[in-house]
């Protein structure tokens, strides 16, 4: 069956430092990628997605994520972490056979430390 | 910047009592969902709604639950008879067309807490 990997449940870097976050599908063919972000109290909102077309994608905020096939994976990346990133990454994937539903990830906290 | 909202914010219930979550989808926005994200678990569909009926559901969403827009603005998460294990977040989400890629916009949630 489809599903999202993500296999940190928590990170912690310094503020000022570069950020990867990571995620995996299980998927036969290529699914529609999405990261979403949740600060305390707040939605999930979209930081970036991907579809087709040129893997490496620019989003919100200053995060960019790369869509690896030959890994199945779908990293988010940022190069310098603020304190206000501090919050809970979600990666989500929709798979066009399935309908439009996401399936999400576990999530990863991401906490920053001055 | 348009958003979509969900009330209550948190609701507690006996349970066996029925309780309804409410969300104000985006305003322009065709197609609609609920999720859940039950404390330590991933976030799961439930339900997507599309020209008021429901386009796919998943297991979880067996005959307690129920999904309404009872009219132009809101889409409604009937549950019947709350278990214990019916303890979660529950996120609304809209999303203008119906397709796999276009975004879905998702609500901060209502916490439900069965005692």
């Known amino acids: 069956a489809q599903s999202v990997t993500q296999p940190d449940i928590h990170i912690t870097v310094s503020e000022g430092a570069s950020l990867e976050l990571r995620c995996n599908y299980s998927?036969?063919?290529?699914?529609?990628l999405f990261w979403y972000v949740q600060s305390p109290g707040q939605g999930l909102q979209l930081l970036l997605k991907y579809f087709s077309g040129d893997t490496l994608v620019q989003g919100i905020k200053g995060f960019e994520a790369e869509f690896k096939r030959s890994q199945s994976s779908f990293n988010l990346r940022k190069p310098s972490v603020h304190w206000s990133d501090a919050a809970e990454y979600f990666c989500a994937a929709s798979f066009m056979e399935y309908g439009n539903k996401l399936v999400f990830g576990a999530g990863t906290i991401l906490r920053v430390k001055s | 910047e348009p958003e979509v909202t969900q009330t209550p914010s948190h609701q507690v219930t006996q349970m066996g009592q029925e309780v309804i979550l409410r969300c104000v989808p985006i305003s322009n926005h065709l197609y609609f969902y609920w999720y859940r994200q039950i404390l330590g678990q991933k976030v799961e569909f439930l339900v997507s709604?599309?020209?008021?009926?429901?386009?796919?559901k998943s297991e979880i969403f067996d005959d307690q639950f129920s999904v309404e827009r009872p009219d132009g603005s809101n889409f409604t998460l009937k549950i019947r008879s709350t278990k214990l294990e019916d303890s979660a977040m529950y996120f609304c989400?809209?999303?203008?067309?119906?397709?796999?890629?276009?975004?879905?916009?998702f609500g901060p949630g209502t916490r439900l807490t069965v005692l």
């Open positions: 709604f599309y020209n008021n009926e429901i386009s796919e």
């Open positions: 998927y036969g063919a290529t699914p529609y």
């Open positions: 989400a809209s999303s203008e067309l119906a397709s796999s890629t276009d975004t879905q916009y």
